[in-house]
């Protein structure tokens, strides 16, 4: 993995490179946040209801939604690169998949490889940058896996 050191206070386009792999920090799922996310956003019973999850669910127990691993992941994707000007705007997901579940009490954590990078030719002062980004459980295995392209502020010219 390679460490995203610049030496700049805000990080632009310039700053990143093909081949670069990012690693986020870790985050524990909760019970609580998997019930209250899902009673929000996606209440079917695989996710809101512990007892039935575990006598009738496809998995044996509560898992997490899978928009609710995509909006943590989000937040550990944020965090890997905090200083970016602008923010990193959204462009499209090509390709997002869950290859198992979050479970309650796993503790994920984000890489994010850049893949692909251009300067953009309708918007000159925004580059293009296609990465894939990984959601991995405390075992090392592949909870969410996403193909992002988003736009990001390029350096201004001096």
């Known amino acids: 993995m390679t460490d995203l050191k610049t030496g700049h206070d805000i990080l632009y386009f310039e700053d990143l490179q093909i081949g670069q792999t990012l690693k986020s920090d870790t985050y524990k799922v909760t019970k609580e946040e998997v019930i209250e996310y899902a009673n929000k956003y996606d209440p079917q019973p695989m996710h809101t209801d512990p007892e039935w999850a575990e006598h009738e669910g496809p998995f044996g127990t509560l898992i997490a939604s899978g928009w609710l691993t995509a909006s943590m992941t989000m937040r550990l994707f944020v965090g890997l690169a905090p200083n970016i000007t602008n923010g990193l705007l959204g462009r499209m997901i090509n390709k997002m998949e ?16 850049i893949e692909d990078m251009r300067p953009s030719s309708s918007k000159p002062h925004l580059g293009i940058v ?29």
Not at 98 to 108: Q, V
Not at 147 to 154: A, D, F, S
């Open 98 to 113: 869950w290859p198992r579940p979050t479970y309650p009490g796993d503790e994920i954590y984000v890489t994010c490889k």
């Open 130 to 158: 296609r990465t894939t980004n990984i959601t991995y459980n405390q075992n090392d295995e592949e909870v969410q896996r996403a193909e992002i392209v988003m736009m990001l502020t390029r350096r201004p010219s001096e």
